[in-house]
């Protein structure tokens, strides 16, 4: 028998027994999950977007369908830090499979006390600071679609904290790349991208939009073609690992996101449909490497042939 | 809880639009009135999301639970495929989720109260209570549009229950919205608590008229959700008690008190 290919990839200071995470505000707080497959079989988990305080969110109805699609405006509801640390982190340490936070703040000295807040807590392998949600007024987005901005934010959190920081971007700007390079000069060890695109619908009966929030944003399958897009543009601009999200249903879709020289991958609205889709994806790519005689993972990251 | 990809057992017809769809599923013995389940079409993924489903029977052969039933209305994209769905297609489903109408077995006298596709988790309830209570004092009110789209009278008559019925063509029963019918009624014969399910106006008008008799009241609401297991954060509700944070359908309900949550449209 073939031995099992090495699926082991790095990201920052921590080793992930494989590529495949699962993206923030799609996964709870990973206890949702407990019933329906082994939780530590996952290359790592990153919970829902915190915030020093709890959060109540948007306004009802935060969610409508869209062609291969769904626009959320949930807002970043959450618990809060204390009672995350009290009632959801002991069980996330009980897990084989690091856990990452998603923070944000409404402005820099509150990411950075968070920040500071979780630095030396234990059970909490890295941050992913999100500087891209499209769905609050204050803090979110706003940081992540100026590359000043951004270059601030991160520098701040990077000073407070010791731990992996991964920084995820937004898609809703001109290039991706010039935000992409100034969080990885401000001292982010990895990237993540893309979060949701800003979107609305409507409906016409009424005339009134489907959201609460009158706009939204976009995920699942509609919007691979456009995260892939800059995934690979933002691998020729950086030197730190890249994380691919966006639309990842598939095997075959993590694949193309790896082949384009992403590191790792977030499997996020695909939870809601298929609970099982982080395994279906993490087996079969390791019959894609079997099957192609590919020892190791990072034998395929970033092997993109755009010559023919 | 648990994912199953399960075969259909039938897809009947009731009414024009409405269907009665069996599961088979070995899953479901312990599941309680006012759970549902989160069904797609395996592999597929149009539609993309899953949608929710209360648990309207189960189905039970010599003594063992072998299947669920729902109750349906075809609205939009996914209850159209489901209504073209056949015996042995397969249906990837998760259940049973969310919590459940609480019964007592103290009860005298029972409203259950059920407005159009509403009346789907409601045949349950009916039934479970019927295992352990007398149950020939209870009524059950019926609210429709026309005879046509009247669902489920013989079901509770079978059980032994009062049926009082009213659509608001007059077809058949009283003309008028259910909620009339029912006033009427508990001014007869005050009820121990009432149940219901149905749009949220009827569901509106349920919170007013208990709290106006000191009638317990609960009811099963819907909204939006796309996980149904509490990951998503979608299915938010005003709540009453705690206006800083929001409820959640599939985790605090579906099955609320009505004096819990404020009823805004939900959808
Ligand atoms: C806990 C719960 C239990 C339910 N039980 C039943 C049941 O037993 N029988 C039944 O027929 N229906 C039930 N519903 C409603 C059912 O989920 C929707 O009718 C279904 O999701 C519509 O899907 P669709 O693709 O056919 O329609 P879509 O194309 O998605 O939408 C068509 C219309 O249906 C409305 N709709 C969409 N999603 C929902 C939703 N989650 N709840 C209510 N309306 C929605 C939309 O606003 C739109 O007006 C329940 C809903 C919940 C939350
Ligand atoms: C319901 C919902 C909630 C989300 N909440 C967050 C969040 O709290 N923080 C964050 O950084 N991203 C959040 N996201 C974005 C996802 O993590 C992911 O970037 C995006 O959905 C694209 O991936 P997908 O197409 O696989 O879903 C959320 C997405 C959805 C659908
Ligand atoms: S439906 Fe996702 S949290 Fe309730």
Redesign the pocket.
């Known amino acids: 028998m073939k031995k099992n290919p090495d699926l082991e990839v790095s990201i920052g200071e921590i080793k992930l027994k494989n590529p495949v995470m699962t993206a923030s505000g799609t996964f709870g707080y990973a206890s949702e999950f407990k019933e329906l497959f082994e939780l530590s079989r996952l290359g790592a988990i990153i919970v829902k977007g915190l915030s020093i305080e709890a959060s109540k969110g948007n306004k009802p109805p935060r969610i409508v369908?869209t062609p291969c699609g769904m626009l959320n405006a949930i807002g970043l509801e959450n618990v809060g830090l204390e009672v995350f640390l009290q009632e959801k982190l002991p069980f996330l340490k009980t897990l084989a499979t690091p856990t990452f936070v998603n923070i944000y703040g409404k402005d820099i000295v509150e990411y950075a006390e968070l920040a500071s807040r979780i630095d030396d807590i234990e059970g909490i392998s890295g941050i992913e600071v999100n500087i891209s949600c499209p769905n609050i007024k204050a803090g979110g987005m706003a940081f992540g679609v100026d590359p000043e901005s951004a270059f601030n934010v991160i520098k701040a959190v990077r000073k407070s904290t010791a731990k992996t920081l991964i920084v995820k971007l937004s898609p809703n700007v001109t290039d991706i790349t010039k935000i992409a390079k100034s969080v990885e000069e401000a001292g982010a060890d990895a990237v993540s991208l893309i979060n949701t695109i800003t979107g609305m619908s409507i409906d016409i009966e009424t005339r009134r939009p489907k959201l609460a929030n009158i706009t939204g944003g976009l995920s699942g399958p509609a919007i691979k073609p456009v995260a892939l897009r800059m995934v690979w543009q933002v691998v020729q601009k950086v030197k730190i690992p890249v994380i691919g999200v966006g639309g990842i249903m598939t095997p075959e879709d993590a694949l193309e996101f790896l082949i384009a020289g992403a590191v790792a991958v977030q499997v996020g609205t695909a939870n809601f449909i298929n609970p099982n889709a982080t395994i279906d994806i993490i087996e079969g790519i390791e019959k894609f490497l079997i099957k192609n005689n590919i020892p190791k993972i990072t034998d395929i990251i970033g092997t993109l042939d755009v010559e023919g | 809880m648990r994912q199953e990809k399960i075969k259909v057992l039938w897809n009947k017809k009731l009414a024009p639009f409405y269907y009665r769809i069996g599961f088979k599923s070995n899953k479901y013995s312990s599941a309680k009135p006012g759970q549902?389940i989160m069904l797609r079409f395996a592999d597929q993924i149009n539609?993309l999301l899953r949608?929710?489903?209360?648990i309207?029977r189960l189905i039970s052969r010599d003594g063992n639970i072998v299947g669920l039933e729902?109750?349906?209305?075809?609205?939009?994209?996914?209850?159209?495929k489901l209504s073209m769905c056949v015996e042995g297609d397969i249906i990837d489903i998760i259940g049973p989720l969310?919590n459940s109408f609480t019964t007592s077995d103290n009860y005298n006298n029972v409203f259950i109260v059920a407005g159009g596709?509403g009346v789907?988790?409601m045949l349950f309830l009916a039934s479970c209570l019927q295992q352990n209570t007398d149950v020939s004092k209870f009524s059950v009110f019926l609210g429709s549009r026309s005879k046509h789209d009247l669902l489920c009278k013989d079901d509770f008559s079978r059980l032994g229950i009062k049926v009082l019925i009213a659509t608001e063509d007059g077809s058949t029963g009283k003309k008028g919205f259910v909620t009339d019918i029912l006033e009427t009624s508990i001014k007869e014969n005050h009820p121990d608590i009432i149940y219901g399910c149905g749009p949220t106006a009827m569901l509106k008008a349920l919170a007013l008229i208990s709290e106006m008799h000191s009638i317990p009241c609960r009811v099963?609401i819907?909204?939006?959700?796309a996980c149904g297991i509490g990951a998503c954060l979608g299915c938010a509700v005003e709540s009453k008690k705690t206006p800083e944070k929001y409820l959640h359908?599939c985790l605090n309900g579906?099955v609320f008190d009505t004096k819990e949550i404020k009823f805004v449209n939900f959808?």
């Open positions: 369908e | 549902f539609p949608r929710p489903f209360s309207h729902a109750l349906y209305k075809v609205v939009g994209k996914c209850t159209k969310g596709v789907a988790p099963s819907e909204t939006i959700m359908t579906p959808l």
